[in-house]
């Protein structure tokens, strides 16, 4: 593992790391989904909605380019909708193993 996958595998677990601390402090506030309602009824909170999901989107995208077994595409498509980027950095993170450099982490090729 060179340095850039190491550096690549440290940016993904960090920022799971972030976004489970921020899941943590979200709950005691209540149902992510009457959060997101109300977010919704707003214009910025709608188009902050429409930007997430064109992420998650884009990234799934990605998915099906690297990973080319169904039923572990159908596994991530179910984390993604789940938890969203935590998901995406877990996958990221997943790439990391065994790849030899920055190139294998983020295509299709592995050697």
């Known amino acids: 593992m060179t340095r850039g996958v190491q550096a690549v595998g440290l940016a993904a677990a960090l920022a799971a790391a972030g976004l489970i601390a921020g899941i943590v402090w979200a709950i005691p506030s209540g149902s992510v989904v ?17 930007d997430l999901y064109v992420g998650f989107a884009i990234a799934y995208g990605w998915i099906l380019v690297v990973e080319r077994r169904t039923w572990p595409r159908l596994g991530w498509l179910v984390l993604m909708l789940s938890l969203g980027n935590l998901a995406t950095a877990l996958f990221v993170m997943s790439r990391c193993f065994g790849a030899k450099s920055v190139a294998e982490v983020f295509t299709a090729t592995r050697s």
């Open 34 to 50: 009457n959060a997101m309602i109300a977010m919704g009824r707003t214009p910025w909170g709608a188009v902050t909605l429409v």
